[in-house]
């Protein structure tokens, strides 16, 4: 006989669970009371908007689910945004609720809220456990569910007198892995497609890939000459500097590339959906019939059909459909490597950073000076915001594991996916980039850092604006302001307030050393860059969009 919350650690443990992120609450602290006495490690964080995203990042670098503990009600409502990011982004992970007691259900009780209810929408599965000895069952397919098909999260309530109440139960056995994998006939369609092909062209995104995968993707790129982009936030999927690569297909999409991928005769889409920020608002393929010849690769069958009528759709998952194509070769040369060529020369081009902008801070100068120090291996992480602009247009990924971004768009992640990473990976540099609005909505995270030791550094942009609103803003309304300026703390005493260091850059010429010294001290660290506001895109000024609106 064991208690509902030792029941749950078991299948935690027999599931490869080696970490949770959690904020702790009186609902669940029979869990708790079991983790006591597990190898699993317990990282309390200090909101659960931010656990959830520690979560997130966990099944983003990894592909085992993320595994996050909340109390009920106001705890649970928190983490929601980690779970809509993790919905949207295909990302493995469960979350534990500690729900009210039975006999108070549908009373409104203390902090009650209905679970399947309110994450219906944004969770592949939502369940309750009522009886402690279906336990094993439950967690065992909670693991299989946010792992097949399209990942996702999946949401567990537990109401806090099951977890006490003591049952008999089969000992947890691990899920098993569910591989989609392409038949040979389509194999063929597709060699055919190419074959008759001028103007190819391949999309890399979505989920379950591995760094195995990662490098078939790269041989069958060379093999077949082919031109590649990576879907909004997916950069990590090929390298930069290879010669087939084309650019990152996301907001702000290079012109050259936008051309070639509307002129593309075959576009060959492996693991993503194309949603609406890589499609460029479903310009780039027209939904739901596009203008090219489309073959979709994706593992989720409800997936394929769902936003585009496909010319050729297969059922696989990324890794096993590039292991299986990876062995077929073209007859000759393909007609279209000048092309290729042509695409990573455009890329390299638009991904050379200006070197002036207003103000006396310049972050093109910054982002060379990173790309020179920064190791291969290291990790950047990031919320949403134009600053981020900076990131994913200027930074040249090189390989797999390396990147933790929302693609739903969402701020504040990047400062808990930074503390995961860190813990993750503790001998690779972490990078953390925030603007001013995006890190004061998880900064608090940065004591999580502080308490578990983990020197990551977040690169603070603040410019005292909500930046892309306000370019919206100035767009649509120009001269209209209201509800965009911020009022900021002073970012590296706060860092120093913390525990860690800080640091402040007010000259592009003070960066360099600022950044060293964060790295080299040992401590979580936050370096502001105080970046005029008028700085508001890479190529043009906020005075130049008002104008032009």
Same mark, same amino acid.
């Given at each position: ?7 749950? $650690? ?40 931010? =656990? ?8 983003? /670098? ?73 336990? *094993? ?20 309530? @537990?109401?806090?007198?099951?977890? !006490?109440? @003591? ?7 691990? %899920? ?17 497609? @190419? ?11 979505? !989920? ?55 002129? =593309?005769?075959?576009? /060959? ?37 769902? $936003? ?11 890794? =096993? ?26 890329? /390299?081009?638009?991904? +050379? ?6 103000? *006396?801070?310049?972050?093109? *100068? ?7 120090? /920064? ?5 950047? !992480? ?6 981020? +602009?900076?990131?994913?247009?200027? %930074? ?85 302001? $209201? ?10 005493? @706060? ?31 936050? $370096? ?9 895109? *890479?190529?043009? !000024? ?8």
């Amino acid at each position: 006989m064991k208690t509902g919350g030792q029941l749950i $650690v078991d299948a935690l443990e027999a599931n490869g669970t080696d970490r949770i992120y959690c904020v702790p609450g009186e609902s669940y602290l029979a869990v708790l009371d079991a983790l006591h006495d597990s190898p699993i490690r317990t990282i309390v964080c200090r909101q659960e908007g931010g =656990a959830a995203m520690m979560a997130d990042c966990h099944g983003r /670098l990894t592909g085992r689910p993320g595994i996050c503990f909340v109390t009920r009600g106001p705890g649970a409502t928190n983490a929601s945004a980690g779970i809509h990011i993790a919905m949207q982004d295909s990302v493995p992970v469960i979350l534990f609720i500690g729900q009210v007691a039975s006999h108070a259900k549908q009373r409104e009780a203390f902090q009650e809220v209905d679970y399947v209810r309110f994450f219906g929408d944004i969770a592949k599965w939502v369940v309750e456990i009522d009886d402690a000895s279906r336990i *094993p069952e439950f967690v065992t397919r909670a693991f299989a569910v946010a792992t097949s098909g399209r990942p996702g999260p999946v949401v567990v309530s @537990l109401p806090e007198d099951m977890l !006490t109440s @003591l049952a008999e139960a089969p000992e947890a056995l691990p %899920h098993t892995p569910v591989e989609t994998r392409p038949g040979e006939a389509e194999l063929d369609s597709l060699e055919m497609l @190419l074959t008759g092909a001028k103007h190819p062209f391949v999309i890399l995104g979505g !989920t379950r890939w591995d760094e195995q995968a990662v490098a078939r993707m790269r041989t069958i790129a060379e093999t077949w000459s082919l031109p590649v982009g990576c879907s909004f936030r997916r950069q990590m999927l090929f390298d930069h500097l290879h010669p087939s690569y084309a650019g990152d297909v996301g907001i702000g999409i290079n012109p050259k590339l936008a051309a070639a991928i509307k002129q =593309a005769d075959v576009v /060959l889409l492996i693991g993503g959906r194309m949603g609406e920020m890589p499609s460029s608002d479903y310009t780039l393929l027209k939904s739901p019939f596009p203008d090219q010849a489309l073959v979709h690769v994706h593992a989720d069958a409800g997936e394929l059909g769902r $936003v585009y009528r496909p010319t050729l759709a297969i059922n696989a998952s990324p890794s =096993a459909f590039v292991e299986a194509f990876a062995k077929r070769k073209p007859t000759g040369t393909p007609a279209w490597a000048p092309e290729t060529a042509k695409h990573h020369a455009a890329y /390299l081009d638009w991904s +050379t950073p200006p070197e002036t902008g207003p103000g *006396p801070v310049q972050m093109g *100068p910054i982002m060379n000076y990173l790309e020179t120090v /920064l190791p291969d291996d290291a990790i950047l !992480t990031n919320g949403a915001g134009n600053y981020a +602009t900076w990131v994913h247009r200027f %930074h040249r990924s090189r390989r797999f594991g390396t990147q933790a971004a929302p693609t739903s768009g969402s701020m504040g992640y990047g400062t808990p996916a930074a503390v995961a990473a860190k813990e993750l990976f503790p001998d690779r540099d972490v990078i953390a980039f925030a603007g001013d609005g995006c890190f004061l909505m998880n900064g608090q995270e940065f004591a999580t850092a502080v308490q578990y030791n983990l020197p990551i550094v977040v690169i603070v942009v603040n410019n005292g604006i909500y930046g892309t609103i306000r370019m919206h803003q100035e767009r649509e309304y120009p001269g209209r302001v $209201v509800a965009t300026d911020l009022k900021n703390p002073d970012f590296a005493a @706060l860092a120093r307030a913390y525990g860690g260091h800080g640091e402040t850059v007010e000259k592009t010429a003070d960066f360099a050393s600022a950044f060293e010294r964060a790295r080299s001290s040992g401590k979580p660290s936050i $370096v502001e860059i105080r970046l005029d506001p008028e700085a508001i895109t *890479p190529t043009r !000024t906020m005075t130049q969009i008002r104008d032009k609106a």
